[in-house]
């Protein structure tokens, strides 16, 4: 047995539901967790958020400092509700001489676990400036070894027009 592996509030909070009868339990200290038949990981899905990957002819080309590190026409492209489109790059199409393992590991509940890569270009390191999935979900398979790099870190370049760098906590 667990310990400390759920929480409960002792007082209602002020102008929220009584949830004194109710238990809340601790993702990392369950053994699993499950909706109906399938096990989950990482945290439950939202029914309302959808994940696409969709296979482009797109030209795309990634560079940091004025040096490209990744140029490609076969990307995949991920959409996900509530978050910019990323294009993830196939790993024959990046200067892996440039990329080096970083201990960042993290999980996303639609993708899987991505690990990220430094890159030393022009003599600065970029930190976790670009991700991969490995073994990613099922929904997410068609980017399985393909490097994203996110629009924040990196410029990238679609057909030539250089993409907008959204504002969000991962860039």
């Known amino acids: 047995m667990e310990e400390n592996a759920a929480w409960a509030y002792q007082e209602p909070?002020?102008?929220c539901l009584d949830a004194r009868d109710y238990l809340g339990f601790y993702w990392n200290k369950m053994?699993?967790?499950f909706e109906e038949e399938e096990e989950v990981f990482i945290g439950p899905k939202d029914p309302y958020t959808r994940v696409d990957c969709l296979q482009s002819s797109r030209h795309v080309r990634v560079e940091l400092n004025g040096v490209t590190v990744a140029e490609t026409d076969q990307p995949g492209m991920l959409l996900e509700t509530g978050l910019p489109h990323r294009y993830y790059i196939p790993g024959k199409d990046v200067r892996k001489d440039l990329l080096r393992?970083?201990?960042r590991v993290l999980g996303s509940t639609y993708k899987g676990l991505a690990s990220y890569f430094h890159a030393d270009v022009g003599g600065e390191?970029?930190?976790d400036v670009a991700w991969m999935y490995r073994d990613p979900t099922v929904e997410s398979a068609k980017i399985e070894g393909y490097v994203c790099f996110p629009?924040?870190?990196a410029d990238v370049y679609v057909d030539g027009e250089l993409e907008p760098k959204p504002n969000t906590r991962w860039d």
Do not use: A, R
Request: avoid cysteine.
């Open 31 to 33: 053994d699993g967790w």
């Open 125 to 127: 390191t970029f930190e």
């Open 151 to 153: 629009q924040g870190k």
């Open 13 to 15: 909070l002020e102008g």
């Open 101 to 103: 393992p970083s201990e």
